[in-house]
């Protein structure tokens, strides 16, 4: 296509772009039913004889391959979409639970709470405190619910740089009254001033939540109440996540099988919590890994993930 116009009929778009085209601008014309043109006009404008502005301009169509560049691009985002979903589905059951303990936790602080206000001796700071851990749980449930809907919608990540230290400290939180309820001592061990990870702060917490309801479930099989986490910087470049237990530990056949999806030895076990947690870890250029090793007796699971930037 080849055409001579004048200032005032030229599109303002190629009007802008014709006295320093570079030969790279693809403009997108909209077309009937979503569908659309690719097209790399070139123009030339220059004065005629009497100073008034002439555009030579001209277009060809990058329609085909465009579309073919786009292809596998368009059908790798399906895939991902496609798996965010299925993986919902199979979570829904976890999904209830970890919201259902935020829940839980809100509902026992409240009551405890009114019963504090009850009381003729009322101990003001004990409220407040009580009032503080219903709102961070409140917390809690809105960023799992707001990560569901974001793995529901097409919306991409943005991994931010995180503290591991913070994101141990608040699963722990969250699982406060599980191990109460069992009866189970927690040591934290985390080292001072870990350099950050880059990463999704909740995906992460869902890994470290579901090792230690693991560790929790391990130990209502064997005698032992203990577990031990730790963080700490095993090289420059790396942080370590470690979760230790006195439970019945792995039986050694297991091994090989234990983050393949669907593996369970547990009755009412889905077995994908474990598989779930590597998909988790990789997707951050991480590793995880489990063995016997725990000093505790029994099981021992780790992930590194890349240092990333200031602690
Ligand atoms: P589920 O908990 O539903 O079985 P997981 O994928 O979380 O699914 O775990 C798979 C299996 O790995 C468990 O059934 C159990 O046999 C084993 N396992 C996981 N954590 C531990 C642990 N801390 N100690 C011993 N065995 C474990």
């Known amino acids: 296509m080849r055409a001579t116009v004048t ?20 403009r997108r014309l909209p077309m009937p039913a979503c569908s659309g043109k690719y097209l790399h006009p070139v123009a030339h404008g220059s004065r005629d004889g009497e100073g008034r502005w002439e555009h030579i301009g001209g277009a060809r169509d990058l329609t085909p391959r465009r579309v073919s560049e786009e292809a596998p691009r368009k059908a790798r985002s399906e895939l991902a979409h496609e798996a965010r979903i299925t993986s919902l589905g199979v979570l829904t059951a976890s999904i209830a639970h970890e919201v259902n303990q935020p829940l839980a936790a809100i509902i026992c602080n409240g009551e405890t709470s009114l019963r504090c206000l009850a009381r003729p001796d009322l101990d003001v700071e004990q409220v407040r405190e009580l009032t503080k851990r219903v709102v961070a749980d409140a917390r809690r449930a809105c960023e799992i619910i707001n990560r569901i809907r974001a793995m529901a919608t097409r919306r991409a990540r943005q991994p931010t740089p995180q503290s591991l230290a913070d994101i141990v400290e608040e699963s722990m939180l969250f699982l406060r009254h599980e191990f109460q309820s069992k009866d189970i001592s927690i040591s934290l061990d985390l080292a001072p001033g870990l350099p950050r990870v880059v990463g999704d702060r909740t995906r992460l917490q869902q890994v470290i939540v579901n090792l230690a309801i693991n560790a929790v479930q391990a130990m209502a099989r064997s005698g032992g109440r203990k577990i031990l986490v730790r963080a700490i910087l095993s090289d420059l470049e790396t942080v370590c996540f470690m979760i230790e237990d006195s439970g019945t530990g792995i039986d050694p056949t297991h091994l090989p099988r234990l983050f393949d999806g669907f593996f369970t030895t547990k009755e009412t076990g889905m077995g994908i919590g474990l598989a779930i947690s590597r998909s988790i870890i990789e997707s951050h250029d991480g590793h995880i890994r489990a063995d016997n090793n725990s000093s505790l007796g029994g099981a021992r699971f780790s992930f590194d993930l890349p240092a990333n930037g200031a602690g």
């Open 7 to 26: 200032t005032e009929a030229i599109h303002p778009d190629l009007r802008r772009f014709s006295k320093k085209f570079s030969g790279k601008w693809v």
